[in-house]
């Protein structure tokens, strides 16, 4: 049974740094494409970033520049660090997998999801 699990959410000044982690379990994802999601209240699920084979990735032009989707195949997880946070990041944040390779921005996209993490960046 495939399991993926957030942890690293919590509450920050704008300005400061979380780092969220995911870790898999039940198969590895090392060959996969594994990403970031968020979703604020009333609003739809939005993609965040995603890290694929060779290390290529991908950002949501709202986060470039500010976080780093980065992963640990031996430990099976993916991190999300994020830097520079504003209150518009403020959102529950999933992690997701997915059986495909490449470039995986939508949520149709992917086929396992973590329960969410809630991020709360204060002015």
């Known amino acids: 049974q495939v399991q993926l699990v957030e942890s690293g959410g919590g509450l920050v000044q704008a300005g400061g740094s979380l780092r969220l982690s995911c870790a898999a379990s039940?198969?590895?994802?090392?060959?996969?494409?594994m990403g970031w999601f968020r979703q604020a209240p009333g609003k739809e699920r939005e993609f965040v970033a995603t890290?694929?084979?060779?290390?290529?990735?991908y950002y949501a032009d709202s986060v470039k520049g500010r976080f780093t989707i980065s992963r640990d195949n031996a430990k099976n997880t993916v991190y999300l660090q994020m830097n520079s946070l504003k209150p518009e990041d403020t959102a529950v944040y999933y992690c997701?997998?997915?059986?495909?390779?490449?470039?995986?921005?939508?949520?149709?996209?992917?086929?396992?999801w973590g329960q969410g993490t809630q991020v709360t960046v204060s002015s």
């Open positions: 997701a997998a997915g059986l495909r390779v490449g470039v995986l921005i939508f949520t149709h996209e992917y086929d396992y």
């Open positions: 039940g198969r590895s994802f090392s060959s996969h494409s």
């Open positions: 890290r694929w084979i060779n290390d290529n990735t």
